[in-house]
């Protein structure tokens, strides 16, 4: 039997995060082990009035495929993906694994290769985002591996998703106008503002957020939710930043990651383990090496390192920056096949300025 956290969580992404209305189309995608929340959220498309079709995945296929194929084929992109991603009104994702570690052994450049081959089907897709075209989100169907990652039992982490999600309130959609609400005060602060500074232990950066505009990030794409973000002008990054957590990707850990800024790009690049994953993934193409988005994390209620981004990048008390594609929602004009969350920790002897003024010290807002 289904957890009742489980079935109200997939209520709250069908009708408060994408809003299914009549006729839509809509793609649920996620791995076998989640079948039993997809089934849910199929039902709750279907009493909307949308248009459901699924897709399902395995880790085990996707190792094979990174291990077995040839150049042409990491590089063939599929004409169903394509049709998928141009055609579809609603794509809803749901994360959940039987093997965290399923591609570690995978060599970096096979992946690297394979995304810059689908580089204008993200790109499409997120500017079909930008105009309204398409909603998505994504959330966890908790699972022991993921359970594993964050150190914790399968009962332990099902409490951490339900909680984070507000699917364990007896109304998660006021909870999260709640947030909105919360957040929009940060958001209007910044309006307009136009040069960022970042200070601390692990950082010094300036950039120019002119023109740029910050998104309140309230659960409608990613479940749960909590960060305020941008895409600072894409020549303007100036500094340095050492991640102060783990940068994971498809797989592996990237330890220790420290990144010098120039003009806007990536002009050193070391990391303390796994650092031929963070070069591989510079040289994706040109816009990898440029900052997609810089955040700040705002849920309080999430305060520990499960080592997966949906949950870290929303900590309170730390920033993230994204190497690669912009959120073309914030005006950012960078394009790339990746967008690679890395976390800093901003809680002690650390601060924010905009245009001098102080907005954010010690892991709080101050405004």
């Given amino acids: 039997?289904?957890?009742?956290?489980?079935?109200?969580?997939?209520?709250?992404?069908?009708?408060?995060?994408?809003?299914?209305?009549?006729?839509?189309?809509?793609?649920?995608?996620?791995?076998m082990l989640a079948a039993p929340m997809i089934e849910e959220i199929y039902r709750f498309v279907l009493k909307a009035g949308g248009n459901p079709n699924t897709l399902f995945g395995d880790t085990?296929?996707?190792?094979i495929f990174y291990k077995t194929a040839n150049d042409e084929q990491l590089c063939w992109v599929s004409p169903f993906n394509e049709f998928v991603y141009n055609k579809a009104d609603v794509l809803i994702s749901l994360f959940g694994t039987d093997n965290t570690r399923s591609l570690t052994n995978v060599?970096?450049?096979?992946?690297?290769?394979?995304?810059?081959?689908?580089?204008?089907?993200?790109?499409?897709?997120?500017?079909?985002?930008?105009?309204?075209?398409?909603?998505?989100?994504?959330?966890?169907f908790p699972n022991n591996a993921n359970a594993q990652e964050a150190d914790m039992s399968l009962s332990e982490y099902e409490d951490f998703v339900y909680s984070a999600t507000f699917a364990d309130r007896d109304d998660p959609v006021t909870e999260w106008q709640k947030f909105h609400q919360k957040q929009q005060v940060v958001v209007d602060w910044l309006d307009g503002r136009k040069a960022l500074t970042v200070k601390g232990?692990?950082?010094?950066?300036?950039?120019?957020?002119?023109?740029?505009?910050?998104?309140?990030?309230?659960?409608?794409?990613?479940?749960?939710?909590?960060?305020?973000?941008?895409?600072?002008?894409?020549?303007?990054v100036n500094g340095w930043v050492e991640f102060s957590y783990p940068?994971?990707?498809?797989?592996?850990?990237?330890?220790?990651?420290?990144?010098?800024?120039?003009?806007?790009?990536?002009?050193?690049?070391?990391?303390?383990?796994?650092?031929?994953?963070?070069?591989?993934?510079?040289?994706?193409?040109?816009?990898a090496r440029y900052v997609g988005e810089f955040a700040i994390g705002t849920n309080n209620g999430i305060q520990r390192f499960t080592k997966h981004m949906l949950f870290d990048e929303k900590m309170g008390g730390t920033i993230h920056m994204a190497?690669?594609?912009?959120?073309?929602?914030?005006?950012?004009?960078?394009?790339?096949?990746?967008?690679?969350?890395?976390?800093?920790?901003?809680?002690?002897?650390?601060?924010?300025?905009?245009?001098?003024d102080l907005l954010y010290k010690d892991g709080k807002f101050v405004i």
């Fill in 247 to 287: 940068a994971i990707h498809m797989g592996r850990e990237v330890e220790d990651v420290r990144l010098v800024f120039k003009d806007g790009r990536v002009v050193e690049a070391n990391a303390a383990k796994n650092e031929e994953t963070l070069l591989s993934q510079l040289e994706v193409d040109e816009g």
């Fill in 201 to 236: 232990p692990h950082v010094d950066l300036t950039m120019s957020i002119d023109g740029r505009l910050f998104v309140n990030s309230d659960g409608k794409k990613n479940m749960p939710d909590g960060e305020v973000f941008t895409g600072p002008v894409e020549d303007s």
């Fill in 323 to 356: 190497l690669g594609a912009s959120i073309a929602e914030t005006l950012g004009k960078n394009e790339s096949a990746i967008h690679w969350d890395m976390l800093c920790d901003m809680k002690e002897d650390s601060e924010i300025r905009v245009d001098g």
């Fill in 107 to 140: 060599d970096p450049e096979k992946i690297g290769k394979a995304q810059a081959a689908r580089r204008d089907l993200f790109v499409n897709f997120m500017k079909r985002s930008a105009a309204g075209e398409v909603r998505w989100t994504g959330s966890m």
């Fill in 60 to 63: 085990k296929l996707s190792e």
């Fill in 1 to 31: 039997m289904i957890d009742p956290r489980a079935v109200k969580l997939a209520d709250v992404l069908v009708n408060y995060s994408v809003e299914v209305k009549p006729g839509d189309w809509v793609i649920i995608q996620g791995d």
